[in-house]
């Protein structure tokens, strides 16, 4: 089994910045397959950031240069740090570990107010 916990999350103004945290713990065999993923009210659940096989990493259009995936391997952790953040930035953020048909953590609310 796989356990993700997130944190982090929280009200912030346009412009400003979070960071959210996801503890990992269990059959975690690669932090390669990581990432984040979001859901705002009456929208489907999209990619966000996520780490490739290849090790490199993967950004969702409306967040490059914005919002950045981080691991601590040695903590089992994985992080976004997100800047400039704007109003369509607010929705549900979920950790996730092999993609849509893998595991999930219970989601942390990100809400930016302009």
């Known amino acids: 089994q796989v356990q993700l916990v997130e944190s982090g999350g929280g009200l912030v103004q346009a412009g400003g910045s979070l960071r959210l945290s996801c503890a990992a713990s269990g059959r975690i065999f690669s932090f390669n397959a990581m990432g984040w993923y979001r859901q705002a009210p009456g929208k489907q659940r999209e990619l966000v950031a996520a780490f490739t096989s290849g090790g490199s990493t993967n950004y969702a259009d409306s967040v490059k240069g914005r919002f950045t995936i981080s691991r601590d391997n040695a903590k089992n952790t994985v992080y976004l740090q997100m800047n400039n953040l704007k109003p369509e930035d607010t929705a549900v953020y979920y950790c996730?570990?092999?993609?849509?048909?893998?595991?999930w953590g219970q989601g942390t609310q990100v809400t930016v107010s302009s």
């Open positions: 996730n570990y092999r993609g849509y048909l893998g595991y």
